[in-house]
């Protein structure tokens, strides 16, 4: 059973910042990417930043130059740098973990992680 279990989230004042990690675990063999997205109130849950495995980062428009999405694959986990937040970056973030497989099974599957809340307010 994979699990991603997500931490870093918190109340931040305008301007601050936040380091969002997340970790999978759970005989995993790869994974093709992990990504944070997030789900404000009221609305759909949205890409921030993806990073796959071998290739480039991909940024939501938003969050270009203050967010940075990095990994450390020998832990399995994905960080997200977020600097000079604003308000409207308030929501619950998400971790996922893309196409992965374990070594007990080789079908490919996506994970989630159970969110974490980030506050942007003074």
């Known amino acids: 059973q994979v699990q991603l279990v997500e931490s870093g989230g918190g109340l931040v004042q305008p301007g601050g910042s936040l380091r969002l990690s997340c970790t999978a675990s759970?005989?995993?063999?790869?994974?093709?990417?992990m990504a944070w997205y997030r789900q404000a109130p009221g609305k759909q849950r949205e890409l921030v930043a993806a990073l796959p495995t071998g290739g480039s980062a991909d940024y939501a428009d938003s969050v270009k130059g203050r967010f940075t999405i990095s990994r450390d694959d020998a832990k399995n986990t994905v960080y997200l740098q977020m600097n000079s937040l604003k308000p409207e970056d308030t929501a619950v973030y998400y971790c996922?973990?893309?196409?992965?497989?374990?070594?007990?099974?080789?079908?490919?599957?996506?994970?989630w992680g159970q969110g974490t809340q980030v506050t942007v307010a003074s």
């Open positions: 759970g005989s995993i063999f790869s994974i093709n990417a």
């Open positions: 996922n973990a893309d196409s992965v497989r374990t070594y007990y099974n080789s079908r490919l599957a996506d994970y």
